[in-house]
């Protein structure tokens, strides 16, 4: 790798030297408590996809270029110089982990990897070896954020098939108004993915709640997260929360998507409106009345996946299950549970990437939960552990239904 370069890796790891990350840098005793908390490692036991395995590749890096040590002596100890194929080593731990933070929870002292490998991502961005597919879908989503005017006729031209569908589906003599777009005051914001099946599902239970909503123009999902780059992921962050300024909104209701929801909830510092899970929201109508479902509508076995992003980091744990528990006469937990449960190997943004090998593979310990509990219908409430759990699904044959958690809901409304 050429000197300058080099440089200017070099000052890309200074930048995110912070006290914590040097605190979990340095404090880690490789005691090998978190190897096999990992259900990459469960699936594919090689030291690289352990937890420490994958975050020795960046310690050995800043060992090299900011220790004495490593300076001083750089033929001792495991102190590796950047070159290509370190950076090959830092694409492969950064770019399987999903981010789910389960190793932290098994950690003496709660190092968080997810946190360490941002410094592998920031050093693939600028070395420019990060996920084509991730680089691509954060700036198809920047673009869309600096031309939304372009967007907006060919989104408005979708909204009235869907809601004709909304219409069909609550039995309603008229299709207007009810996905309503820039609602100027309106008491939600709801922002979606891309698929119309985001929208639907969720404008059913909108409307069957009587919510004065209005949809957002932008997708929740933030692809500047998953590739690790803190300016996309900020800018395409902001386009929400400009827009919902802007509306003058009281309440950001993001879909099923587990990360689109921590980012506002918990990443972006204080803002001017309440962030709310979907989830959370149909609890609520759920326990004010404002909606009904038909109680105990779901007679075969049905288990619930606790999406990493929306349970064990944000602590979105019962009222998922409050809500199945409802709707299903023969619930049964996963084991291990809550915070300790299983990742299906999907989250980080792994789904948009060409590995399906792999995430078969690594999706084993989700595979093996789902057999042990007998349920024909697996639920969860995130769009890429949706796409993951019919990847392990098909991978392995399981004889299970996945299916999201809003949509459950809005096919059985007491309407
Ligand atoms: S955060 Fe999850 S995927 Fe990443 S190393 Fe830890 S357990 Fe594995
Ligand atoms: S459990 Fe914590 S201290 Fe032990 S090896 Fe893993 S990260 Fe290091």
Same mark, same amino acid.
């Given at each position: ?76 100890? #495991? !102190? ?7 950076? +090959? *080593?830092? @694409? %492969?731990?950064?770019? /399987?982990?999903? $981010? ?38 954060? #700036? !198809? ?7 939304? +005017? *372009?967007? @907006? %006729?060919?989104?408005? /031209?979708?909204? $009235? ?49 009587? *919510? ?204």
């Amino acid at each position: 790798m050429e000197k300058e370069k080099i440089r200017e890796l070099k000052s890309l790891i200074a930048s995110r030297l912070t006290r914590p990350m040097r605190y979990y840098l340095d404090t880690c005793t490789r005691c090998g408590l978190c190897y096999d908390t990992c259900h990459a490692y469960y699936g594919i036991p090689k030291k690289e996809y352990s937890p420490v395995g994958r975050a020795e590749v960046v310690r050995r890096a800043v060992k090299k270029h900011f220790r004495p040590s490593g300076r001083l002596f750089p033929y001792w100890g #495991d !102190a590796t110089a950047l070159d290509e194929r370190v950076m +090959d *080593e830092m @694409k %492969e731990a950064a770019f /399987s982990c999903t $981010g789910c933070r389960r190793c932290m929870m098994y950690c003496p002292f709660g190092i968080d990897m997810p946190y360490i490998l941002g410094i592998a991502k920031v050093l693939l961005i600028g070395y420019g070896n990060a996920p084509e597919e991730l680089v691509m879908l954060a #700036d !198809a989503a920047v673009e869309k954020g600096k031309s939304i +005017d *372009e967007f @907006k %006729e060919g989104f408005l /031209s979708v909204i $009235g098939d869907m809601e004709l569908e909304v219409q069909k589906r609550l039995g309603l003599p008229s299709a207007d108004g009810l996905i309503p777009m820039e609602k100027k005051n309106a008491d939600v914001l709801f922002v979606g993915l891309s698929g119309a099946h985001s929208i639907i599902h969720p404008a059913v239970i909108f409307n069957a709640a009587k *919510e004065n909503w209005t949809l957002s123009f932008f997708e929740a999902v933030n692809f500047g997260m998953f590739a690790g780059d803190p300016e996309k992921m900020q800018f395409i962050a902001d386009r929400v929360v400009n827009e919902a300024k802007a509306l003058g909104v009281k309440e950001v209701v993001i879909v099923e998507c587990g990360t689109a929801y921590r980012i506002p909830k918990f990443l972006l510092g204080p803002l001017p409106f309440k962030v709310t899970s979907i989830v959370e929201k149909i609890h609520q109508y759920l326990a004010e009345n404002r909606i009904r479902m038909k109680d105990g509508a779901i007679a075969e076995p049905l288990t619930y996946h606790d999406p990493c992003q929306l349970g064990r980091n944000a602590g979105v744990f019962d009222e998922p299950r409050e809500i199945l528990a409802r709707l299903a006469s023969d619930y049964r937990e996963m084991s291990p549970t809550r915070e300790y449960n299983w990742c299906c190997g999907g989250g980080g943004g792994l789904v948009a990437l060409d590995n399906e090998e792999f995430r078969i593979k690594s999706g084993k310990a989700k595979k093996d939960q789902i057999d042990a509990t007998g349920a024909k219908i697996v639920v969860s409430a995130c769009e890429n552990c949706i796409l993951q759990l019919n990847t392990i699904k098909d991978g392995y044959g399981l004889d299970v239904e996945v299916r999201s958690l809003s949509e459950l809901v809005a096919e059985r409304l007491a309407v």
